[in-house]
C-alpha cells in the first residue's frame, strides 16, 4: 500500500507531500491544478517513462519518492525481485521506499531502499505495487488485442498454468517448423556442404597421418640425400679408431699401459689413468656403434623420391587444412563432426516432418485445453460484468465474448474480442464501435471489480475514469470505486461531487500564483473542508446553504455513521 509521496519540482509542483491511507481517497480540485500531475509522478515510480519536460522550469532536476508498506498478497514477489537485484528488505516490517530523479539532461537515477537500480527494476516491481487506469486506458478497451489478456487474469492460476503448458509445446512446434523450413529452403547448399566435407574427410584419412612423421621423414631424407657423406665420414672415422696400423684405439692403448706402470707413485698419476680408461672404453664404444651404423648403412635409389613424395603430400595438407600434422587430423575430426551433423539434416525432412506431424497433435491437444478453459472462464466473466453494468444503470446493455479461430500463436489458437449491445433489440457490435466515453469508464471500472480479489498489486489508481458520467451513474460509480476500496487502495482523480463524497479521504489540490510562479499544493480535506469544496463541486463558484446542505446529505449517506451539530452561526457543521 502506498504511505507516503514526495514530489518535488515537477512540472507545476514545487513541493508536495501526501500521506495516504487505506480505502477510497479521491483528489479534487479545478481543471489543471495538477491533479494528473501527482499520478504521473506516481508513475514514474513504478518505471513509466519520464520526460525531460517535466522537470519545473528553473530547476535542474525533478524528484519523486514514495513509501509502501508491503501486504501477504505479493510480498513473496516482491521479496524475490529484491534478491535477485541485491536490494535490502527489512524483515520485520517490510517497505520499500523508492526515489527516482530526473535530470533536465535526461538522465535518470532510481533508488529503491538506497540501492541504485536500472530503471527495468522498477517496471518489475511496478505491477505488484500500482496499477494506472486513467481515459488512455479506457480506450485500450478498444483493442482487441488487450480483450485475451484480461481474460487470462480473470481465469487465475489454473487457465495461466493451461496456458504455460501450452506455450512450452508452442516453442518446441516452432523450433521444428523452424528447423523444417530451414532443411527445406537449404538443401542444395546443405549438399554442397556435404560434399566439400566429405572431399576434405576422405583426403585426410587416405593421408593415413601419424603424429611426428614429418620430423621423421624429414630425417631420413638428409640422411638419404647425404649418404655418401655420411658413410665416408663414418667409414673414415671406423678406420681411424681400429683399422690403420697403429690405430688411434692401439696408439691410446699404449698410452694406457704407460700411466697404470706409474699410477702407483702419485694419486695424481693415477687420477690421469682412471680417466685415459674411462676414455679408452667410451672410445670402444664409439668405435662399436660407429661399426654398427655402417652396417646398417644402405642406399635405395628410389626411397628418396619415396620420402620427397611423402613429404609433399603432408605439406600440402597443411597448406589446406592447419600448420602442423596435429592441426591436419584436428581438422579432419571437426569436418567429420560436421559431415555427420549435415547427413543428418539432409535426412532430416522426413524426420522433421514427422516430428512436427506429432508435436502439431500435441500442441492441438494443448490448445483445445486451453480454449475449454477460457471458454469456460468467458461465461463466468460475462455473468460478473452483467452484474457490475447492472448496478451502474446499464442492466439493459448486453457483455459478450466472442472466440475466433486462429493458427496457432504464444496465446493459443483463438483470439477474442469484446462485445456489447446496448440496447435491446439491437446488434451485438464490437465494443470499439458502439461504446461512448460513458460506457467505456463503466465498463473498466467494471473489469476492475471484477478483477480486484485476482490481482496482486495493492493500489489501484483511477485518473478521471468517471468522465462522461453524471446523475445516479456518477453515484454508481462512486459506490462502484467504494467497493473496489474495500478489498485494494484506491486513488482517484475525480470532478463529481458523489465520488468525492463516498471517499474515505479527501484531498484538494489547488494551484496558486506565488511570486510570478505557479505553485500547485495538496490539502487533505477536514468534514467541514469537505462539505464546502463538495458544495463549489456541484453548485460552481456560487455556493448557497441549500448546496451545503446537499454536499453534507451525500457525505452522510456514503458514511452513514457520521454526526452533525450544530455551529455558533446557526448553520450545521460535518463531526
Known amino acids: 500500500m502506498l504511505q507516503e509521496l514526495v514530489i518535488q519540482n515537477v512540472a507545476i509542483i514545487e513541493q508536495v507531500e501526501v500521506t495516504f491511507h487505506s480505502g477510497l481517497s479521491a483528489f479534487t480540485g479545478e481543471t489543471g491544478a495538477g491533479k494528473s500531475i501527482i499520478m504521473d509522478a506516481l508513475g514514474l515510480l ?20 514514495g513509501q509502501f508498506s508491503l501486504e501477504a498478497v505479493n510480498q513473496s514477489q516482491i521479496k524475490q525481485l529484491c534478491q535477485q537485484q541485491g536490494v ?9 521506499i523508492i526515489k527516482r530523479e530526473l535530470h533536465k539532461n535526461g538522465r535518470n537515477l532510481c533508488r529503491v531502499n538506497g540501492t541504485l537500480v536500472p530503471l527495468a527494476f522498477l517496471k518489475k516491481l511496478g505491477p505488484y505495487l500500482v496499477d494506472i487506469s486513467g481515459q488512455n486506458q ?4 478498444l483493442d482487441p488485442q488487450t480483450h485475451l489478456h484480461l481474460l487470462d487474469e480473470f481465469g487465475q492460476k489454473p487457465l495461466q498454468q493451461s496456458l504455460a503448458a501450452y506455450q512450452k509445446e508452442f516453442a518446441k512446434y516452432q523450433q521444428i517448423r523452424q528447423q523444417l523450413a530451414e532443411v527445406q529452403h537449404n538443401q542444395q547448399q546443405l549438399a554442397q556442404q556435404r560434399d566439400m566435407l566429405q572431399f576434405q574427410v576422405q583426403e585426410i584419412t587416405a593421408a593415413n597421418l601419424q603424429p611426428q612423421e614429418e620430423e621423421e621423414l624429414t630425417s631420413q631424407l638428409q640422411q638419404l640425400t647425404n649418404f655418401e657423406k655420411i658413410h665416408e665420414s663414418l667409414a ?4 681411424d679408431l681400429a683399422q690403420r696400423t697403429p690405430s688411434i684405439m692401439d696408439r691410446l692403448g699404449e698410452v694406457l699401459q704407460q700411466m697404470q706402470t706409474i699410477s702407483d707413485y702419485d694419486p695424481e698419476y693415477q687420477e690421469i689413468t682412471h680417466e685415459i680408461e674411462s676414455s679408452f672404453y667410451d672410445l670402444q664404444d664409439s668405435q662399436e ?5 655402417l652396417d646398417q648403412q644402405e642406399y635405395e635409389p628410389g626411397k628418396v623420391d619415396e620420402l620427397q613424395t611423402r613429404l609433399q ?14 592441426e591436419v587430423l584436428a581438422f579432419g575430426q571437426q569436418a567429420q563432426t560436421k559431415l555427420t551433423q549435415l547427413e543428418q539434416q539432409l535426412q532430416d525432412p522426413q524426420q522433421l516432418e514427422q516430428q512436427l506431424q506429432t508435436q502439431t497433435s500435441v500442441v492441438q491437444q494443448k490448445a483445445q485445453r486451453l480454449s475449454q478453459q477460457r471458454h469456460q472462464a468467458a461465461r463466468q466473466l460475462e455473468q460478473k460484468i452483467q452484474e457490475q453494468l447492472a448496478a451502474m444503470y446499464m442492466d439493459q446493455t448486453r457483455f459478450q465474448i466472442q472466440f475466433t479461430t486462429t493458427d496457432f500463436t504464444r496465446w493459443g489458437q483463438e483470439s477474442l474480442e469484446f462485445f456489447l449491445q446496448a440496447n435491446p433489440g439491437e446488434e451485438l457490435l ?7 466515453g460513458g460506457e467505456l469508464s463503466r465498463i473498466m471500472l467494471a473489469l476492475k471489480t471484477v478483477l480486484a480479489q485476482y490481482q496482486a498489486v495493492e493500489t489501484l489508481v483511477f485518473d478521471e475514469i468517471d468522465t462522461g458520467v453524471s446523475g445516479r451513474v456518477a453515484q454508481a460509480i462512486g459506490e462502484k470505486l467504494a467497493q473496489i476500496a474495500t478489498q485494494v487502495q484506491v486513488l482517484c482523480i475525480t470532478h463529481l461531487p458523489q465520488v468525492a463524497a ?8 489547488d494551484k496558486q500564483v506565488q511570486k510570478k510562479h505557479t505553485v500547485t499544493t495538496v490539502q487533505t480535506l477536514s468534514p467541514q473542508q469537505r462539505v464546502a469544496v463538495i458544495a463549489q463541486m456541484l453548485e460552481g463558484t456560487k455556493v448557497t446553504t441549500i448546496t451545503k446542505q446537499h454536499a453534507q446529505e451525500l457525505l452522510q449517506l456514503a458514511h452513514p455513521t457520521l454526526t452533525f451539530a450544530k455551529s455558533d452561526q446557526g448553520q450545521q457543521t460535518l463531526t
Not at 464490437?430 to 461512448?436: C, D, F, N
Open 46 to 65: 513504478i518505471g513509466n517513462r519520464g520526460r525531460s519536460e517535466l522537470v519545473r522550469t528553473g530547476s535542474s532536476k525533478a524528484i519523486v519518492q
Open 88 to 96: 535490502d528488505l527489512p524483515i520485520a516490517d517490510p517497505t520499500l
Open 138 to 141: 479506457s480506450q485500450s478497451l
Open 236 to 239: 673414415t672415422a671406423y678406420l
Open 289 to 293: 656403434r660407429i661399426r654398427q651404423q
Open 313 to 326: 603430400l603432408i605439406r600440402n595438407l597443411e597448406k589446406k587444412y592447419g600448420a602442423s600434422i596435429s
Open 430 to 436: 464490437p465494443l470499439a464501435k458502439i461504446a461512448s
Open 502 to 509: 463516498v471517499s474515505d479521504t479527501q484531498y484538494l489540490v
